[in-house]
């Protein structure tokens, strides 16, 4: 990513300071400081002022730092919080915007205890997440590469994955394939859940074995470059039975009516509906017990949601997944998620692998 994109965020909150009755902001919450900075080490602080941003770091990442971000940078010689509010002392602010959904109390407590008298703690929530969410054209090649990598390795192992393979084997190969093609590491926990199993929206893999008559719920997703992708695609173990072709068919319905939904102006919960009708019709809407979707970028559930009570509209540039799933306790379940983006005139869907029922 061009420095020049985080400078222009960072000017973008700078300006917008004033109409919020703030003289900074603090952002500590990881995927937030990286969205304004670059920075990509574990342990920082941004302070956004008008004029200037603050990037505080420990000496572990000193170089790190000033290679990812072009912000100022303090090097805390002891806790981050003690430079911090010196460094707000000295600087005579005020009211200090905080994210409160992003903050431990302890930090909180730590560095209330220590500001002046006349300076505040002002809550602020979501608001960097509302400007991550329509993604830049530099962030949506991210999400596209990372998508055609975690389909790639869903491809090459499914092409080797026999009857009699572990769940948690074939986990391990999903993930051991998307770091070979360039992930950096799995966006979650990878979910291999056959059987019975696959009843569970989120079982982990266990050392159960892939037997013939099995339906397995494969739910993965990679981090590369520090985007996210996810997909669910569906395996069977020999030919699926009448009732699980009959569910797949219902959740592909769903799936293919909810990405036909998503358009610009489009409330999240029209799209979450458009789902749930076509499995009202097979009988199947009180199995699919989640939301149909979740916005993803640098984190691999953001906002939007696409669920029963989300009416936010979607716009074009927002990266998100279309998954709704039906899951039947004793029997088993089918999910079907795809990354899409909004674009203009509707959707574009980015994962590439073919959404049949795969037989192994
Ligand atoms: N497994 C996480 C998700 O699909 O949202
Ligand atoms: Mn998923
Ligand atoms: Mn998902």
Redesign the pocket.
């Known amino acids: 990513m061009e420095n020049s994109q985080y400078e222009e965020r960072r000017q973008r909150v700078a300006a917008a300071l004033p109409e919020r009755k703030l003289d900074c902001l603090l952002v500590a919450f990881s995927p937030n400081l990286r969205y304004l900075s670059g920075f990509t080490g574990s342990n920082g602080a941004l302070l956004i002022l008008a004029e200037r941003s603050i990037l505080f770091t420990d000496p572990r990442y000193r170089t790190q730092a000033a290679q990812e971000s072009t912000c100022k940078i303090r090097v805390a010689k002891g806790a981050l919080v003690l430079d911090l509010v010196a460094t707000l002392g000295k600087l005579g602010v005020k009211r200090i915007g905080y994210e409160p959904a992003r903050m431990t109390c302890d930090a909180f407590e730590s560095i209330k205890s220590r500001l002046p008298l006349r300076a505040s703690l002002e809550p602020v929530t979501g608001w960097i997440e509302e400007l991550r969410m329509v993604k830049s054209t530099a962030e949506l090649a991210l999400i596209r590469r990372s998508v055609e990598t975690n389909s790639r390795a869903f491809e090459q192992t499914v092409a080797r994955v026999k009857p009699g393979m572990r769940e948690r084997d074939l986990a391990t190969e999903l993930e051991y394939r998307m770091r070979r093609l360039g992930a950096e590491k799995p966006s979650?926990e990878t979910?291999v859940a056959s059987g019975v199993r696959s009843a569970l929206p989120?079982a982990q893999p266990t050392a159960a074995r892939l037997t013939k008559g099995d339906l397995v719920v494969v739910?993965m997703g990679a981090f590369q470059e520090g985007y996210a992708s996810?997909m669910?695609r569906m395996l069977s173990v020999g030919a699926p039975n009448a009732k699980a072709t009959r569910m797949y068919r219902a959740v592909l319905e769903a799936q293919l009516a909810a990405i036909d939904a998503v358009r610009p102006g489009v409330t999240t919960v029209s799209v979450d509906r458009a789902a749930r009708r076509v499995l009202a019709g097979y009988g199947l809407d009180h199995c699919f017990i989640h939301s149909t979707g979740?916005g993803l970028g640098l984190e691999?559930?953001e906002p939007p949601r696409l669920g029963k009570r989300d009416r936010r509209r979607l716009s074009p540039g927002m990266a998100i997944?279309i998954?709704p799933g039906a899951y039947i306790e004793g029997f088993g379940g089918v999910r079907i998620?795809d990354t899409v983006v909004v674009t203009e005139s509707g959707c574009e869907i980015l994962t590439p692998t073919a959404k049949e029922l795969h037989v192994v």
Do not use: K, P, R, S
């Open positions: 979650f979910i989120h739910d996810d669910t979740h691999i559930h997944t998954e998620e």
